[in-house]
């Protein structure tokens, strides 16, 4: 394990407030234990995509996971009032769709951090998918442009460059920043990198939405 490879304390993104808001009503109405059951599902994602198992294995698993299923489809909400995904704070945003990214540098024009992909994002041959990648990159985007008082943006275009092999179950490092700003336009850069090998860079537009097209976090309907 190399200097940088050692683990650093994540840093919590300092929101805007529409986020902030936004991840606070998840974070009042979330039921005690949910981060920990994100994690077990993340968890899940990638035993789930290593395993082989025999037909008895097969059937009991297929059996628990129905029953999961059954237990969390007696309590679904619209998505104004889901939880998953909303935990913004946390590495993993309280989601299991993309890696989890620990950030270990913010400043309002720049995030870096630590992430790994596990089997649940192999490719093929021990290798990341080139759509997690891009994926990971939205994300960190989607980050780096909640920072500071940057009214909500989308993406308007992605644009992965793949120069070497991501590996699996390995510690990468990312870096986004700001490389422009024009009127509602982010132009957006970042990087992927397993030690000094560079697997990835990306560039990204992203557009700050017009008030219109900002349904208000406050205006959400309460739950219940
Ligand atoms: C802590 C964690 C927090 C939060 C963490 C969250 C992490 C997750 C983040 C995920 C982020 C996403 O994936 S967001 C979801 C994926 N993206 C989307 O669904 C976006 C879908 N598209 C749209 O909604 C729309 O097209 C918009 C909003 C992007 C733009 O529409 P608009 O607002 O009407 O803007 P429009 O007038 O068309 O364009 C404005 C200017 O931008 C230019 N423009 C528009 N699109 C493009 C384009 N693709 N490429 C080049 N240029 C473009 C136009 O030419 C124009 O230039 P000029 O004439 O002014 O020079």
């Known amino acids: 394990m190399t200097e940088s490879d050692r683990p650093q304390p994540h840093v919590a993104v300092p929101l805007n407030g529409y986020w902030t808001e936004w991840s606070a009503r998840a974070a009042r109405n979330a039921a005690p ?19 082989a198992p025999p037909p008895e294995a097969v059937a009991e698993a297929r059996s628990l996971v129905e029953q999961t299923r059954a237990v969390l489809a007696r309590h679904e909400v619209g998505d104004d009032d889901q939880w998953f995904g909303r935990f913004l704070p946390a590495p993993d945003r309280g989601q299991t ?8 540098g913010i ?18 041959n021990s290798a990341a998918h080139g759509g997690g990648i891009a994926l990971l990159f939205d994300d960190l985007f989607g980050r780096l442009v909640s920072v ?23 510690p990468l490092a990312v870096e986004a920043s700001v490389a422009e700003v ?27 939405l017009r008030p219109e097209q900002i349904r208000p976090a406050e205006a959400e309907a309460p739950p219940g």
Not at 97 to 104: A, D, E, G, H, Q
Not at 182 to 208: I, P
Request: hydrophobic share 40%; proline share 5%; net charge neutral.
């Open 148 to 170: 500071g008082d940057i009214p909500p943006a989308r993406t308007a275009s992605l644009s992965v460059n793949y120069r070497s092999v991501t590996p699996l179950d390995e």
């Open 97 to 104: 769709f993309s890696p989890p990214i620990r950030l270990t």
């Open 33 to 51: 234990g949910w981060a920990a059951l994100v994690g077990e599902m993340a968890g899940l994602q990638d035993t789930f995509a290593a395993a």
């Open 107 to 124: 400043t309002e024009h720049a995030l870096a951090g630590k992430t790994m992909f596990g089997r649940f994002h192999s490719g093929n």
């Open 182 to 208: 024009d009127g509602r336009k982010l132009y957006l850069t970042g990087t992927l990198r397993h030690g000094d090998r560079l697997c990835a860079d990306a560039t990204a537009l992203f557009l700050t």
